[in-house]
């Protein structure tokens, strides 16, 4: 017998060769029978496909004033971005096809009601509803201005779509994760596959209202995450990022990787000391380096504590939690990038080596004098350079912060808002938030103070995951911060004779930071002191949304966004 096969999108066979890039509501990958989906197998088979970690690209580190990959420049902070940039593309593509497969779901799930019960049914619905909602989320925020459709359709109805009003697809993401919510599990026993759950729901809603600026909403579905008293934040804040650390209580919601299914996180050696054969490439900024507050909780201009030339001696623990502290042990080695350490010791025999994280020795050593420790672990040397940390999509730390700011915003600043910033902060220190002398608790209640003090503490917390980017998106700090250049060290020979001879090793000088906890090294740079490695450059008046792939303009009608 003949299946005749629906199509859903603007792909047809013939599309394919021409425009890989066109929006997909065809979901390819399922059976596609008019049978599909009427037992729970294939259901279940449908909804696992939802969650391949292709659909889930977290925002790249490298878009943001944390992260430099040595000299080279990319197309968000090189403002090169157009409608034909790949993960422009790339992006729209994986959310429509994710999107056409969960819509299948919604419009077949009815078949299995000969053995389902409705509230069975509803709970499938309520999965589907949840990553289509996360899907839109997604395109909402990058691209503004986009195609909305909650069925699968025909070719000639998909060629008449318009874009949708974005307050309409707010609108109905909300209407789907309030669903969601209330069907959905609560939990998963310790031996059941753990999907979306309630607490998903309510997180990612409060994500994505608080990217569109509507405090209330984020506040009430943050509460209500909190409310649920499901999730507590992990005891120690470094051993949550390691690969051994599987379904933290902290994770709201998240993915498995697994070496042994081919599912994990590549292209480690970028990340890893040159000294323990990797790279040393990819390396935190001098800017997300003076951005950690001293432990008394004060900026590195305004404590007493700081030390320029010790720069990681009394700062928040989180600084040596997430970058590789100078002469401690590292990934086997003793990490130290003084120009004049030319042998370090091997931690497993004490053996003097030669020192490779020293540009006098490697020139392509981090060009910061920085790496990386947040989630780095000796298990990235093995199983060729691939490791398996759960990939983390949104965690309980990100819903206390979200609610003290979209509270802070609505100037409802209360002693709720400062225990849930305390709790992240406290954390970090290793206590509870109630050991208020053992950590630089918050007391702060004037709005505008606070408000900085959430930024800071989002940016300590949540450095080299993917957060930041939207941070600046929603904040509107891009068009500042990424118009500065990036700076690091001189060149060795040079760093020895301005820098080290005079005893001014690591930083010359304080920097200062200002009231939206920007470093500026202009000083320094003036004095020939540091270097200029890269200059970055952001295009207000378009880069706050990305453009529509070229493609979707050129052959579906679709208008682009502004000054593409």
């Known amino acids: 017998m003949m299946i005749k096969r629906k199509i859903y999108g603007f792909i047809t066979v013939g599309l394919l060769l021409s425009s890989c890039s066109k929006l997909d509501l065809n979901p390819l990958s399922q059976g596609s029978s008019e049978t599909w989906n009427a037992t729970v197998e294939e259901i279940n088979m449908s909804l696992n496909g939802l969650y391949k970690h292709v659909f889930w690209p977290a925002d790249d580190n490298s878009w943001t004033d944390d992260f430099i990959y040595r000299e080279s420049v990319n197309a968000i902070i090189g403002a090169t971005i157009n409608g034909q940039t790949d993960f422009v593309n790339d992006w729209w593509l994986n959310a429509y096809k994710c999107i056409a497969r969960a819509n299948n779901v919604l419009e077949s799930v009815g078949r299995a009601s000969g053995e389902l019960t409705e509230d069975q049914i509803n709970t499938f619905i309520a999965e589907a509803r949840f990553i289509r909602a996360c899907q839109y989320a ?58 979306a759950t309630v607490g998903a729901a309510l997180a990612m809603k409060a994500r994505i209202a608080l990217q569109m600026q509507d405090w209330r ?246 450095a080299f995951e993917g957060i930041r980017y939207m941070d600046l998106i929603r904040w509107r700090l891009a068009e500042k911060i990424l118009n500065t250049p990036i700076y690091g060290l001189l060149d060795p020979e040079e760093l020895r004779e301005k820098v080290v001879k005079n005893g001014l090793w690591f930083f010359p000088q304080v920097t200062p930071i200002d009231e939206n906890g920007i470093a500026d090294f202009s000083s320094m740079a003036a004095s020939g002191l540091i270097k200029q490695i890269v200059i970055r450059k952001f295009d207000a008046s378009r880069q706050y949304l990305w453009p529509i792939p070229t493609s979707e303009v050129l052959t579906s009608g679709l208008k682009q966004n502004p000054n593409y």
């Open 138 to 195: 997604k395109l909402l925020t990058h691209y503004g201005n986009i195609i909305y459709t909650e069925k699968t359709l025909e070719i000639e109805e998909a060629q008449q779509m318009e874009q949708a009003d974005p307050q309409l697809v707010l609108t109905k993401i909300y209407e789907d994760f309030d669903f969601a919510a209330g069907y959905l599990k609560t939990s998963y026993g310790a031996n059941e596959l753990k999907r």
């Open 217 to 462: 909403t984020a506040s009430d579905a943050s509460e209500a995450c909190i409310n649920l008293g499901e999730y507590a934040l992990h005891t120690d804040f470094s051993e949550l990022f390691l690969s051994r650390t599987k379904n933290s209580p902290e994770t709201i919601f998240g993915l498995p990787r697994s070496v042994a299914m081919q599912v994990t996180l590549g292209g480690l050696q970028d990340y890893i000391p040159r000294i323990a054969g990797g790279y040393g490439a990819m390396v935190p900024t001098w800017d997300l380096f003076n951005a950690f507050l001293c432990s008394d909780g004060l900026p590195i201009d305004q404590s007493s504590l700081y030390n320029p030339q010790e720069p990681f001696q009394n700062r928040d623990p989180r600084c040596a939690a997430t970058i590789v502290e100078f002469s401690t042990p590292h990934i086997g080695f003793i990490y130290q990038p003084h120009p004049d350490t030319l042998q370090v010791r091997r931690t497993s025999d004490s053996q003097g080596v030669e020192n490779r994280d020293n540009r006098a020795i490697a020139p392509f050593a981090s060009y910061t004098g920085l790496l990386w420790k947040k989630g780095v672990d000796e298990d990235w040397l093995q199983n060729s350079w691939q490791a398996e940390p759960d990939q983390i999509i949104i965690r309980y730390a990100d819903v206390l912060l979200m609610y003290a700011e979209a509270k802070t915003e609505l100037g409802e600043i209360d002693q709720s808002v400062l225990d849930a910033i305390n709790q992240v902060r406290a954390r970090a220190y290793g206590v509870t938030a109630a050991e208020m002398d053992s950590y630089p608790a918050i007391t702060v209640t004037a709005q505008t103070a606070l408000r900085q003090l959430i930024r800071t503490e989002r940016r300590m917390e949540f």
